[in-house]
């Protein structure tokens, strides 16, 4: 598995609150992903990176933002947390030498309360 | 939008029985892609199917990438208490090697032993 640190691992957090997910990586590639978890919806996306800087929107974006200000972090950011936001949040990578395949960190359990 | 279907959602079956999913794209693919995901864990990459009517064995598991590069399918021979979890199958979202997927929804084994 590539070097993917997710932090934190579980929290707990009140409606209305703002939450940072944050993702680190050691493989140095190029493309991150944030995904949420639920029940009957699989792994969608949230939002995605190019690259330092250069984000783009995903499936389900709405309440959520993001930043790369250095190619190993990915910062995810729950604006004001409401409880359709509980759910579990991997992070993903993708390399150049990666083929197709991307590889998950070991998720972020949250729960908005 | 690009759609993954993925059936049946759920499967409970006794240790030494087989297991079929399946996984249905509303567009072509040029590859497809699983994932097993533990309880508890992050999903981890299993096999990439490329070629039109790919069929590709990893033990008691076969996969199966249809003529059209539209459906794909993951046979468990003789289901073991390791097998328990959930599989995805994944296509590119879009064009272009950026390492987007869509996901089904997974399917959930419970193995009885």
Known sequence: ?113 | GQQVMQIPQYQHVQEGEDFTTYCNSSTTLSNIQWYKQRPGGHPVFLIQLVKSGEVKKQKRLTFQFGEAKKNSSLHITATQTTDVGTYFCAGPHGSGNTGKLIFGQGTTLQVKP
């Open chain 1, 1 to 113: 598995d590539a070097g993917i640190t997710q932090s934190p691992r579980h929290k707990v957090t009140e409606t209305g609150t703002p939450v940072t997910l944050r993702c680190h990586q050691t493989e140095n590639h190029r493309y991150m992903y944030w995904y949420r978890q639920d029940p009957g919806h699989g792994l969608r996306l949230i939002h995605y990176s190019y690259g330092v800087k250069d984000t783009d929107k995903g499936e389900v974006s709405d309440g959520y933002s993001v930043s790369r200000s250095k190619t190993e972090d990915f910062l995810l950011t729950l604006e004001s947390a409401t409880s359709s936001q509980t759910s579990v949040y991997f992070c993903a990578t993708h390399g150049p030498l990666s083929g197709n395949t991307i590889y998950f960190g070991e998720g972020s359990w949250l729960t908005v309360v």
